[in-house]
């Protein structure tokens, strides 16, 4: 079984910075893709960013510039530095992942989420 934890959510003040971290755990032969999503109250749950086994980057127009995604392959685990945070990024943010853990094609997994609410 493969989990992903993610951790670093809060309470931010607009402009702030938060950095969220997503681990995965388990038993699992490789990581390809590793990304964000989120979810704001009422709304539906959308992508924001993904990063690719060998590095590789896209973004949502909304986060572009502001939300670095990166990893650490070593660690398995993701990571989004958010910076110049808006009211409108409160959201539960949910990390994901492609894993291989037997088979031929990658499982997509989600982790629990964590809360990150920007207000003054």
């Known amino acids: 079984q493969v989990q992903l934890v993610e951790s670093g959510g809060g309470l931010v003040q607009p402009g702030g910075s938060l950095r969220l971290s997503c681990v995965a755990s388990?038993?699992?032969?490789?990581?390809?893709?590793m990304g964000w999503y989120r979810q704001a109250p009422g709304k539906q749950r959308e992508w924001v960013a993904v990063?690719?086994?060998?590095?590789?980057?896209n973004y949502a127009d909304s986060v572009k510039g502001r939300f670095p995604i990166s990893r650490d392959n070593a660690k398995n685990t993701v990571y989004l530095q958010m910076n110049s945070l808006k009211p409108e990024d409160t959201a539960v943010y949910y990390c994901?992942?492609?894993?291989?853990?037997?088979?031929?094609?990658?499982?997509?997994?989600w982790g629990q989420g964590t809360q990150v609410t920007v207000s003054s």
């Open positions: 990063i690719t086994s060998g590095g590789s980057t």
């Open positions: 388990g038993s699992f032969f490789s990581i390809d893709a």
């Open positions: 994901n992942a492609d894993v291989m853990a037997g088979g031929t094609s990658p499982y997509n997994y």
